[in-house]
Every structure is written in structure tokens, then in C-alpha cells.
């Protein structure tokens, strides 16, 4: 497999029973997870899908989700219940765990790694809480204390940091948006009544601006109170659930919103022929 290369690859790995996959930053290697094992396949030039390294994880509860750090192709999280896990790939292609994060009470429910600190790790759960990890900070192998911890009153379900602001994060739960500074983790800095229905897909586009994609059937750009006193428009309605507006993410409906590059001009300014929405049998936007 080469990412230079236009042919297409298949190859089964059913003794791993894997039930999510990751791709680093590079597109280098892939995780598979499962509550079995825990194997990375090296998609550079690897012609016969052989596994580069497998270990056994030997969990109890499935794997909710895992992610590679933004800023390493070595060191990647994986979530499995109520703790995470961090590992690291080291130069002889062996599997060593560095931290257990263990602070939640209940399932997490989404991971993200800061794209400009490649050392901050934020958790969502059910159990009301977000958690932001600094893997700078000396801790035990088995760590029940997280550097912030963010009390969002509802179990939140996804949680993705801003890409150009280091201490701003956000996250939703339900229909509802919720932007925090983690240099004031007593309450969000700001409440988004984005949709009426579930939020499947939540993304900053910019460093006052996120989207959200939601099973209302609607994918809604959202200024910051502060970048955008007036009321929160959508660009674009479907006929079926959206689904995600980060294409890393996974969820079982039909529609995906893709992510083009944004030029550095644009990067303040939202503008709707920078997003591409794929579906089936639509016949025009």
C-alpha cells in the first residue's frame, strides 16, 4: 500500500475481532482495537496487509474509541469504559503502555488531542465530566487525577479542541453546543442551542467558528458570541441524518461532511464553497 499509489488494497483480520481502527497523522500505520487485541498494520508499501506488532489487551468491555496524537505517529489513546489508556510505538516495534487515565466514573465517550500541545489529551463521558490530561506532568503509571476537570452537568458526548486557540475546547451534548477556557473550568465560556436533535458531528472550522451536523437533518455553522452577536444559520439541509462533520469519526447514518482545505485567508470566514456534503441520490445543494 502506498499513499502515492492509486490501487486499492483488502485484507481481513478476523482472529483480532477489532471494532475500531485509527489512522495517524501520516497515514503511516493503523490501529486495530478490539477487546482482544490491540494490532498495528503499517500501510507503507505493505503488500501483504502483514501485522506489524499485536499485543494482547484482554479488557472486559469493548473499545469506545481510540486516537493517535496530532503531533506524533508513535503514541495513540485508547478508551475502553471508564479508563484510557496511552501507548506508545517504540523503534523495535513494540507496544508499551505509558499512562492508565482512570478519573471517570462512566463510559468515556470521546477523545481528542490538542493539534498545537501534543502533550493535551481532553475525555468525555457520561459522567458529566471532561477531563484534560498533560502527559508534561510526572504522574504515577496508573493515574486517577486529571490537570482540569470541566463539570458539563450532562453526560457529553464528543469533545474536539480548537485548532488555533490552545486553552479552548468544546463540547455537546444532545442538541446543545457548550465552548470552554480551561483557565476557567468552573463553567463554559459559552451555551450553543445549535439543533433540535442529537449532534453526531462537531468540528472547529475556525477559531471562532464550529459546525455541527445532527440528526435534525441540518449541518449548522455557529460563531462565537463575541466574532457574531446575530442568530446561528444553517447552509445546508438533507433529507436524511447527517452525520459527522470530522471524517475520522464514525457513526451509523448515511451522510458525511467533508472537510476541504481552508486557505489562510479564509480561515476567519466560514464560507460554504469550502464544504463538500456527500449523499446518496442527492441531485443538487
Known sequence: ???YGSENYSFEYREL???????????????????KYLSIVNLENNLTGQILVRIPYGGKYEISNTQWSQMSNTIFGVASSQRCDIFELTDGAELK???????HTRVITDMDWSSISPN???TSSFD????????RCPREPSSEKAQVSLSALDGASQVTWNKWKIDCLASCDGGHVKIWDIRKPTS?????AAHASKINGLEWVAKDTIITAAQDCTAKFSR??????????????????TMCSNPEKRFRTSVTLELAELHQSDLYIPR?????VCMEEVKSL
Open 1 to 3: 500500500m502506498s499513499k
Open 128 to 135: 458529566t465530566f471532561l477531563y484534560v490530561w498533560d502527559l
Open 188 to 192: 463554559p465560556s459559552e451555551y450553543i
Open 272 to 276: 460554504p464553497r469550502h464544504y463538500r
Open 120 to 122: 493535551l489529551l481532553a
Open 17 to 35: 475481532q477489532a471494532t475500531t481502527m485509527s489512522v495517524d497523522r501520516n497515514g503511516y500505520y493503523a490501529l486495530l482495537a478490539g477487546r
Open 224 to 241: 462565537l458570541a463575541a466574532s457574531n452577536p446575530g442568530k446561528i444559520k444553517a447552509f445546508w439541509e438533507g433529507s436524511r441524518d
Open 97 to 103: 503502555r505509558m499512562y492508565q487515565l482512570k478519573a
